[in-house]
């Protein structure tokens, strides 16, 4: 199992909170063709469950923060959330082509990592007034191939 993120700042200072999936059987990588990463992005829906969101950028999501296979979280089909309060981390997940500079606002959208799709961390190319959950402070190039940013209190 391959690290894909890891906070930088103190966990004391950030909310996390269990949330049901709208889709519980990513939990399970023994038997799941795409199983969720730590560090992948997941919509909050209306039912107020976490989903591996449609595309649109108008919706707030959340990182997932616990390790592929964790057996209490497949017990009892809830995963743990980066809720509430600032961060900064490093992220393998996320498609560095239209990241390019240090503050820069990013996106949650389409990435590909191990060959299958995830929600991460993007770029966009023109400006937008759509949901940005983070903005980067380090570029993979300085950081060993990991995008480090910083998440908004929202």
Known sequence: MAVTFKLVSEFQTIARRSFGLDDPSILRPATSANPLI????????????????????????????????????????????????????DTMVFDGALITTVGQ???????????????????????????????????PANNGGWLRFIRDNV
């Not at 919706?59 to 509430?84: C, N, S, T």
Request: hydrophobic share 45%; proline share 6%.
């Open 105 to 139: 606002r990013i996106f949650v959208g389409d990435v590909t990592v191990s060959s299958l799709t995830r929600k991460g961390l993007i770029g966009i190319a023109a400006p937008t007034t759509e949901v940005s959950p983070a903005f980067v402070t380090r570029l």
């Open 38 to 89: 730590m560090g992948e992005w997941l919509d909050l829906t209306t039912a107020y469950k976490m989903q591996r969101g449609v595309g649109s950028l108008s919706v707030p999501a959340f990182p997932y923060f616990a390790e592929e296979g964790r057996y209490e979280v497949q017990a009892i089909d809830k995963g743990p959330f980066l809720y509430m309060g600032s961060f900064e981390a």
